[in-house]
């Protein structure tokens, strides 16, 4: 009985951030849905641009710091898994962007229960560790 309501807030959510985080598009790969789809985004993606100036485990122990909580995106190079060890596959390809999402990329959570001031503090809270990690001005 919550489902569209709960899809609803969702993507209302997860729209206020894309809409903020644009502004940090130097910074990261923000998510797109894909073409002709209509997802009930389950959090905001976020992968770092250029991890020379900013680090993802630095970052997600900043955010922790300030009472965000984050999540790893539980995918990415699927053959350093360890169910893989002993399994027979072939790679057609470099695995480079499985490298780059296992490396740069983590989920913000974007729940019915948060509001767009809780959303404005994720935000302030990302920018101001990359005022402190870069010497690019905002």
């Known amino acids: 009985s919550k489902l569209d309501y709960f899809i609803e807030k969702r993507n209302k959510n997860f729209n206020y951030l894309l809409k903020k985080f644009k ?6 790969i923000l998510p797109e849905k894909t ?18 100036y900013i680090r993802r485990n630095d970052l997600i122990k900043y955010l922790e710091s ?8 539980f995918a990415g190079n699927i053959i350093k898994q360890p169910y893989m060890i002993d399994k027979t596959f072939k790679i057609s390809e470099n695995l480079k962007n499985t490298e ?13 229960g948060i509001n767009f ?7 302030e809270t990302v920018l101001n560790h990359i005022k402190t990690k870069t010497k690019f001005k905002f």
Do not use: A, C, Q
């Open 23 to 28: 502004e940090l598009e130097d910074y990261f």
């Open 35 to 52: 073409n002709k789809s209509t997802p009930s985004w389950f959090g905001f993606p976020l992968t770092i641009r250029n991890n020379k």
């Open 66 to 73: 300030n009472n965000i909580h984050s999540r790893l995106l």
């Open 100 to 112: 780059k999402i296992l490396h740069d990329t983590f989920w913000l959570g974007v729940f019915p």
């Open 117 to 123: 001031k809780m959303m404005d503090y994720i935000y």
